[in-house]
């Protein structure tokens, strides 16, 4: 059985919306922001009685602008693999990840896995464009095209979201694979709500998960 979860309910309510009838799936919320996250996906499988064959995180996510070759807006992303982007050292321009003898972190997890490439198998046969790279996750989301840049530059990295490290840590833990999943509601830009597309992007990653879902139902 896959565990599906998204941080909020207009993003799991997007899914249930678009999702045909079936079963083999299990759906939660696991609220916003890494520790929260933490703590209900680590309870959820902790206290579930059905057996979790993998996780499925998805939602939305701000696309770090970088040379204006990464994915768009509404654009589809996977990721490949995820890093803490702010569990460090604050300094003027970068945030440097903590390291030493006293210091033994986690902050950066590979998401390869079968079934990472049976969905990624599944968007293909689906003709559904999709970027793959790595996503960051962040305690504070960045509000300045100079933070955004900043972070794409130290990590390569595609979009940031809340949420998606603290999933990859926690299926580290439990030996389940996790497919991270997001659609592109916004560019990491000099804060502007007005160019958002959250509803839109929202709904687009709901019917693209429901297609995963309904081809892993025929693997």
Known sequence: MLLLAAATTLELDAFVSASPVGGGILTFCSGVGPVETALQLTHTLATTTQPISGVINFGIAGAYVGDGNGAGLLDICLADREILGDLGICLQERVEPLRGECCDFLDTFDLDSPLLHRVANILADAAITVHRGTFVT?????????????????????????EGAAVARICQHFQLPLVELRCISNLVEDRDASTWRLREACRRCGQVVARVVEGQRHV
């Open 138 to 162: 962040v305690n504070c989301v960045s509000g300045t095209r100079r933070r955004g840049d900043s972070l794409a530059r130290q990590h390569q990295a595609l979009c940031e979201s809340m």
